[in-house]
């Protein structure tokens, strides 16, 4: 998997690279978005990751048991949710606490 790049625009309408994401930081804002359950384009945005990343994010963090996929029937349409577990939420704690170490 790839690193995240984020950008953002200067006054004159340049990009500049603001800073260079590592797994960690990409897995943290997912597994904090889908904290209360929430479809995988929600996710991909939030996390400002593209269709392929998100996918295989996704896919590592299921498997692991960090994150759960379920399914939810809305007027007639069923869609396929993610939301954190438990052990999701501890990796999450975890995360925030090295976080504080080091700040």
Do not use: C
Not at 38 to 59: C, D, G, R, V
């Amino acid at each position: 998997m790839e690193n995240a790049t984020l950008q953002k625009n200067n006054s004159d309408g340049e990009e500049n690279v603001a800073k260079r994401r590592d797994r960690h930081d990409i897995i943290v804002e997912i597994l904090k978005t889908a904290i209360d359950g929430k479809i995988k384009t929600h996710i991909m945005y939030k996390a400002k990751l593209s269709y392929a990343q998100i996918n295989e994010y996704l896919a590592l963090l299921v498997s692991k048991g960090f994150v759960e996929p379920f399914t939810v029937k809305q007027r007639k349409i069923r869609r396929k949710l993610y939301r954190t577990t438990e052990k999701g939420m501890r990796l999450l704690a975890n995360f925030e606490s090295m976080a504080d170490l080091w700040a």
